[in-house]
């Protein structure tokens, strides 16, 4: 069964650092752009972040662009999210998927979804 498997959440205080980690399991990630998404308390799920396929090209929404990187490591069938500078605005559930295509925005053209693992920041 394909799956992916987010983990690495928890409570940070604001301006701490986190990196989730996206597995996935029964598949190969190489053929697959990996989104990052989130939704927090009350809102709609957005993208976060965006890999593509050979990791060349990574894409990010304006409010975490320049405090979040992303990078994959094929050979271990995982993606991360490097997450800096932490605010409450970035407390979330996160969610990483798969598309076997380009890196979109459209949550719902992704294939692939994992469970979801909880950031917090708050002091």
């Known amino acids: 069964q394909s799956q992916l498997v987010e983990s690495g959440g928890g409570l940070v205080q604001p301006g701490g650092s986190l990196r989730l980690s996206c597995v996935a399991a029964?598949?190969?990630?190489?053929?697959?752009?990996i989104g990052w998404f989130r939704q927090g308390p009350g809102k709609e799920r957005e993208a976060v972040s965006c890999?593509?396929?050979?990791?060349?090209?990574?894409y990010f929404a304006d409010s975490v662009r320049g405090r979040f990187t992303v990078s994959r490591d094929t050979a271990k069938r995982t993606v991360y999210l490097r997450m800096n500078n932490l605010n409450a605005e970035d407390t979330a559930e996160y969610f990483c998927?798969?598309?076997?295509?380009?890196?979109?925005?459209?949550?719902?053209?992704?294939?692939?979804w994992g469970q979801g693992t909880q950031v917090t920041v708050s002091s």
């Open positions: 890999i593509s396929t050979s990791g060349g090209r990574a």
């Open positions: 029964g598949f190969s990630l190489e053929d697959y752009s």
């Open positions: 998927a798969a598309r076997n295509a380009a890196c979109s925005g459209d949550d719902g053209s992704y294939h692939h």
